[in-house]
């Protein structure tokens, strides 16, 4: 079994900073592209940011120079770095990786949540 595992949600007032973590475990032989994705509460999940195994990133335009996501590979694990937080920040965050463990595929954590008050 593989598991995602974020930390690091919380509080924060606007112009604060998290710091988000995401630790794999399990099964594991490889893991490729990881990412973070948010929810806000009746919209859709949408990409925060992603990068490969070979540490290349991309972000989405609303959180470019404010958010920086990086990985550890031998802690299996990946992070997101957000400062400058704004109030339309607030949303559930999750982590996801591509895992090749018995089989193939994509992997998602619980999510974490990240509240931005004005």
């Known amino acids: 079994q593989v598991q995602l595992v974020e930390s690091g949600g919380g509080l924060v007032q606007a112009g604060g900073s998290l710091r988000l973590s995401c630790e794999v475990s399990?099964?594991?032989?490889?893991?490729?592209?990881m990412a973070w994705y948010r929810q806000a509460p009746g919209k859709e999940r949408e990409l925060v940011a992603k990068?490969?195994?070979?540490?290349?990133?991309d972000y989405a335009d609303s959180v470019k120079d404010r958010f920086t996501i990086s990985r550890d590979s031998a802690k299996k694990a990946v992070y997101l770095q957000m400062n400058s937080l704004k109030p339309e920040d607030t949303a559930a965050y999750y982590c996801?990786?591509?895992?090749?463990?018995?089989?193939?595929?994509?992997?998602w954590g619980q999510g974490t949540q990240v509240t931005v008050s004005p």
């Open positions: 996801n990786a591509d895992v090749l463990s018995k089989t193939w595929r994509v992997y």
């Open positions: 399990g099964t594991i032989y490889q893991i490729y592209d």
């Open positions: 990068i490969t195994r070979e540490g290349r990133s």
